[in-house]
């Protein structure tokens, strides 16, 4: 065998697909808001079915967005939200013979959760990953956070979910590398606060983890210009090197990328000399014996000072 080969040999691919729905508002309330999520997410997932995708992501609670939550409601427009989505979507995944990421808000075991659902290519449940960062809008809501960073190992490799607000610790990531994860996906609902910050957020997990990360948003109208405070768009699938193979742009669309599991991050000359694989340097130079503050208790907050005002000539009162 050549090395030409050999290398196809080794490789282990995979086609993923971040779907970015279109972020609409919705004149109608309730379960019909949802029917129409469902609808068209089970639309735009067959897109992605019909272009090869091997597993497919859709963005954060996609089946409430355009609703009015409150905790008074909350329980019960969510109510069989898990159920009516693991069967219409799983019949999605079934024909389609892909594995689907449906995150959702929804109730688990009488508990509402924001949950990213994941279902195998025959359109059965696989498992299921709570948000673990909730915000304080989510958990005034009623939301109840996660406790754990479960990894779920596909026919392809091995996969990891974090969901918005996860994505500001980098924790959520790194828990989800050292369980073994090889892609992560972040659905979020980010809104663009400025092109740098947004760019190093959905790079760096996969620079700083040496794994895949794939970020899914939302896009918005085609007949709108997009502006900074919308919701950034920028599905994209990210390589270990930080390099965006695909991106969906700030529209609806699909960013769908072949990646090779195999094909590793390389190093040279970094901590050691010559070519190597950086991610495993990473894992077998970490200290975890001095890490100790990063599960020191919260500690209080202290007084935050109010924000600097500005005279009309642009200069601090």
């Known amino acids: ?44 997932l067959k897109k992605a079915g019909q272009q090869g995708a091997d597993i497919a992501c859709l963005g954060e609670m996609f089946n409430v ?9 909350l329980a019960r427009e969510i109510e069989g939200a898990v159920e009516t989505t693991l069967t219409r979507l799983g019949n999605v ?45 989510e958990r005034e809501l009623g939301l109840i956070a996660g406790n754990e960073w479960p990894v779920f190992e596909l026919d392809f490799g091995r996969i990891g979910i974090h969901i918005c607000h996860d994505n500001s610790f980098l924790e959520s990531s790194r828990c989800l590398t050292l369980n073994g994860a090889e892609i992560i996906f972040w659905p979020h609902v980010m ?12 790079r760096s997990p996969a620079i700083y983890n040496g794994i895949y990360h794939v970020p899914v948003c939302y896009g918005c109208s085609r007949s709108q210009a997009w502006r900074p405070g919308m919701l950034i768009g920028r599905s994209s699938i990210i390589a270990p090197d930080g390099t965006i193979v695909a991106d969906a742009g700030r529209h609806p669309g699909i960013a769908l990328a072949r990646i090779d599991l195999d094909a590793r991050r390389i190093a040279g000359d970094f901590t050691r000399k010559g070519d190597y694989v950086w991610q495993v340097d990473m894992l077998n130079d970490r200290r975890p014996e001095t890490y100790a503050p ?12 109010p924000l600097a005002q500005e005279d009309t000539c642009g200069k601090e009162t």
């Open 1 to 44: 065998m050549d090395a030409v080969e050999s290398e196809k040999a080794m490789a282990r691919e995979v086609v993923i697909a971040a779907v970015q729905l279109p972020d609409s508002g919705y004149e109608k309330t309730g379960a019909k808001v949802q029917d129409c999520h469902l609808q068209t997410a089970e639309e735009w």
């Open 65 to 73: 967005r355009g609703l009015s939550l409150t905790s008074a409601n």
């Open 93 to 137: 995944a079934r024909q389609q013979g892909m594995y689907i990421v449906a995150p959702i808000l929804g109730v688990v075991d009488g508990v509402p959760r924001n949950v990213a659902l994941l279902l195998n290519r025959d359109g059965t449940w696989i498992g299921s990953y709570f948000k673990v960062h909730c915000t304080e809008e």
């Open 191 to 202: 809104s663009g606060w400025g092109g740098e910050l947004m760019d190093v957020l959905l």
């Open 294 to 305: 990063i599960v020191r208790p919260t500690l209080p907050i202290p007084p935050i000072p």
